[in-house]
């Protein structure tokens, strides 16, 4: 059996996807599959390999979000035709998988769902966005072995916690992956356990079918500080928007887009400080910072408007909480020391 | 070619798709195909019926969200087992498919971009919310032959404006669709034409490819008082539910999600006032009232707490838009009528 795929196999997706040749993306990977590449390697270095090209081109400004949706499209459809080649077998037991609320990237999920179901895992796929109170109704008609949760972004940390809130109330354990999380992060927002890969959560999966682990019925306890501080990112952005209009004067010929991009940036940068501050990981700050110094720098946006961006925000977000504020200015002497 | 789909296949395909029997569900979407039945019978006679039971049992409350995800999950991926089962035949010309902004109901979307395909249409299919200027730079580069903007919901009213005027930029003309539109509502929005169903769409883009309409670059202009009360909603719900909290005494054993849900309530109402008004048809407004009074009613909520919510809601909305705040109360009495 082949594991690893011929050279370019997802440049050649990504290039037919892109052009909007849906059908041919499709029968290349069909074609792999037929080849004897096993589902697992198509899912995870062909069409996850092509989201992440994806994800790294619009951040580098090569493509735009329109791309971005076309090409979900063709890998979405593709996954679909791919699942309904592999032969059939009932899968053990029941997992629900979901998106935190708010989360709209659903096709890591099924990604991770059709790898857990090649291996023989029974899975109910939520995809994007669910309300916690209707998981929650699902996991108690449905009592599955574990609520998985997927979280590639970490705005969506408050919804993980949310999904984890509802599973425990109904004494079903919560398996979390994605991105966005690392051992740490996952128990932080509630979760029981943590997996790198489908194979780890596969295993997980299987111990907990023989003993199901304790769970705790309350809900996870989050810093009041950084929820608050999420709550009011808004009304914090608003608040920076009217002062960074003083301090960082190119924004005087900004037009109606770039407004609204920037004072969508400034509440970004507020809710990533809240979420970093939700795990208690400030790691997570810095990483966002610098991601989002390069893809404004690609945009033509220089890095000094971050820089100011970050000053007008810290008083406003100290004043909620301390150290959130402090971290806003510890990226300002990062940024600083990398364009000097 | 069979036309007439065994009864109850769209039950049969639903029950297996709840039950999470996705395999089973798309097998039988397989063997309907390979017995004769053409894909767009198979789209619109079994999957779209799906989904339109999925919808009314969801208004019903006899299901949740989640099982709504559930089974959507399953029609996408039964769409693309389909579509990659069909003989592909290069399509011709390309238009490029889009929800509007804030639009996550991309299935509808998805099978009309199939059903245009298997009559040999090239579709480019952006799928769920896509940002208009993000399609406005995707239209500049691949000059297609012409946009289509699907819309389910009112709600997306504005982003649908917001795609026509990206598309006419360009010269590129506009064609819409979906429950929420018809003729007159697709022009009031911008639109260049509307169409009922595939054959008619695909008509259109045939006589558009032979004969290009003139494309007006001027954007669509809206009426600005009712544009101010989408943008106020948020502000008018909020002043709406302090006075409920008097006007209805029973909201004072509200827990947070009652709560939480009547905020909701409000603000929608507002937004589809101000909807019906983008359009020029109260009509639409008309129906969502009834159709909320039932979804409530469903819900153990009585029709006498829309009544309230519409009283409280009209004298803001009047402030801004005095035909809205007709408008709320004229439904005012009809829900009184209907309940006596």
């Not at 040749?21 to 899912?43: M, N, S, Y």
């Not at 699942?83 to 989360?103: F, I, Q």
Request: charged share 20%.
């Amino acid at each position: 059996m082949p594991v690893l795929l011929p050279p370019r196999a997802s440049d050649s997706f990504l290039d037919l996807a892109l052009a909007g040749e849906r059908a041919q993306a499709t029968r290349l990977t069909l074609d792999l599959f037929a080849g004897g590449f096993p589902l697992p390697v198509l899912i995870t270095d062909l069409l996850g390999a092509v989201q992440r090209e994806v994800g790294a081109r619009w951040h580098r400004a090569e493509i735009g979000v329109a791309e971005e949706h076309l090409v979900t499209g063709v890998s979405q459809a593709t996954l679909g035709a791919l699942a309904a080649t592999v032969p059939h077998r009932p899968g053990r037991g029941t997992v629900v998988l979901a998106c935190a609320e708010g989360d709209w990237h659903s096709l890591p999920a099924q990604l991770f769902a059709e790898s857990l179901r090649a291996v023989g895992q029974g899975v109910l796929y939520l995809g994007a966005s669910t309300p916690s109170e209707d998981v929650s109704r699902l996991l108690e008609r449905r009592r599955p072995d574990a609520l998985l949760v997927t979280c590639n972004l970490a705005l969506s940390y408050p919804g993980v916690a949310g999904l984890a809130d509802a599973a425990h109330r109904h004494g079903v354990p919560v398996l979390a992956g994605g991105r966005a999380l690392n051992p740490a992060r996952a128990v932080a927002l509630g979760a029981d356990a943590w997996a790198a890969d489908v194979t780890s959560a596969a295993n997980l999966l299987r111990s907990w079918r023989r003993t199901p682990p304790e769970v705790d019925p309350r809900p996870v306890e989050l810093e009041a500080a950084a929820a608050a501080l999420d709550a009011r990112a808004p009304e914090l952005g608003g608040v920076a928007y009217e002062a960074l209009a003083d301090r960082f004067p190119p924004m005087a010929d900004y037009d109606r887009r770039q407004r609204a991009r920037t004072y969508e940036d400034l509440v970004y940068i507020v809710r990533f400080l809240a979420a970093a501050r939700l795990v208690d990981d400030e790691e997570g700050f810095t990483t966002f910072a610098t991601w989002l110094e390069d893809l404004l720098v690609a945009r033509g946006v220089p890095a000094a408007a971050l820089v100011a961006g970050l000053e007008v925000l810290a008083p406003p977000v100290r004043d909620i909480d301390e150290r959130s504020g402090a971290l806003a200015l510890s990226a300002v002497e990062r940024i600083g020391c990398r364009a000097a």
